[in-house]
């Protein structure tokens, strides 16, 4: 699917000299961020922080203003010098971080990723001691869906400009896509000690449902309509339970 609407990222945070960003995930920061212009840097010279602080924050800012500028701008349109300038960081601190613009656009989708994959897993745990699994699997679902609409720009990279990056995109992509598989995985296999009239499945299910989720998302991402994804979880959670052959009582 090729997409063509972009969307710029919400800008709260310039009049206080912050970074620009919608709602923030757990720690504070969003995926994807802006840092204003108008605010210096990082401290410098006799009162500058300890060198690792620096390091740390310095790979912050550019993991989310990498994000930030390809969701902006494609990745074929994204350069090192936006990058540093959403970032506030100087080009010799990219370098010192990251190789070149790929390594630190596929290095910013994996941090990210490892932030929704937890995300996935907490997301049954207010759900009380022995949930239902059609709970469980609705909670991970609305968790993901509420992430992305969240995360405008992370969705955006990861599902529309990622193929535009190589084989190596592609390959971190599919290990992504293998890891929610994983978890849909341990969700049928848990679920079906408690249903064992189910019938089995073939391993291709668990990434054909997650193909089936990214399809639909793409589209509400490629329409600039992400806020509309918590409103797939209805129709998601009845396609899920149709290939993962798992019959539930849903009715939507």
Known sequence: MRCIERQRPPDDGASSGGPRSGDRRP??????????????GLPRGRSSLPAPVVRKAQRERLLGAVISAVAEHG???TTVAMVVARARVSRKAFYDHFTGLEDCFLTA?????K????????APKGLGEKPSPLAVLQAGLRSYLTLCARE????????????????????GRNKAYGAVADVLRLWREHAAK?????????ETAYR?????????????????????LPALHGPLTAILLRILAAPLPYDG
């Open 27 to 40: 720690g504070g920061l969003r995926l994807a961020e802006v840092y204003d212009p108008a605010r210096p």
């Open 75 to 77: 990745y074929p349109g």
């Open 109 to 113: 989708l994996a941090d990210a990723q």
């Open 115 to 122: 932030v929704i994959l937890r995300e996935l897993m907490n």
């Open 152 to 171: 405008p720009e992370y969705a955006r990279c990861i599902l529309v400009e990622l193929p535009a990056v190589g084989p190596r995109a592609l390959k």
């Open 194 to 202: 408690r249903h064992p009239e189910w019938p089995p499945v073939e």
């Open 208 to 228: 054909a449902a997650v193909g089936a989720i990214a399809e639909l998302i793409t589209a509400h991402v490629c329409a600039g309509d992400a806020a509309g």
